[in-house]
């Protein structure tokens, strides 16, 4: 079984979720990164989560490339600590949050409900022309 988890939505919270996407995104722009190859398409930060007591942030990426999600994933975890180390370089942070990353799932949730709402059962259903 799979808890969700309450993210705690303080000013606080916001105004370091802000300050870690842009550092994220920053040094995914750069593309300098430990690993080979480098991406070699653009990723996007789409969101920062943080947990309540501001110590993991959860990285939201999204990328219009055909690559497999989970391929994404692993190779941004791999290379994880150069990550962390270039964005605590770039902010002004007491300490520098755990990094998470996942894939954005809202452009794939999009796509199913588009899909819904022009299938035939949903016309047929609705009376819609």
């Known amino acids: 079984m799979i808890?969700?988890?309450?993210?705690e939505t303080t000013d606080r919270s916001l105004k370091v979720s802000e300050i870690i996407r842009k550092a994220v995104s920053e040094v995914l722009v750069r593309n300098e990164f430990p690993i080979n190859p480098s991406f070699n398409f653009p990723l996007s930060v789409v969101n920062v989560e943080m947990n309540k007591d501001l110590k993991?942030?959860?990285v939201y990426v999204l990328t219009h490339e055909k690559i497999d999600k989970d391929e994404i994933i692993e190779r941004l975890k791999s290379?994880?600590?150069y990550i962390s180390q270039e964005v605590n370089k770039s902010v002004d942070l007491k300490f520098i949050p755990k990094l998470v990353f996942r894939n954005?799932?809202?452009v794939d949730q999009l796509n199913n409900?588009?899909?819904l709402l022009n299938s035939d059962k949903f016309i047929k259903d609705?009376?819609?022309d």
Request: proline share 0%; aromatic share 10%.
């Open 3 to 7: 808890l969700k988890r309450k993210y």
């Open 56 to 58: 993991i942030a959860y």
């Open 79 to 81: 290379c994880k600590k």
């Open 104 to 106: 954005d799932e809202t």
């Open 113 to 115: 409900i588009n899909k």
């Open 126 to 128: 609705n009376n819609v």
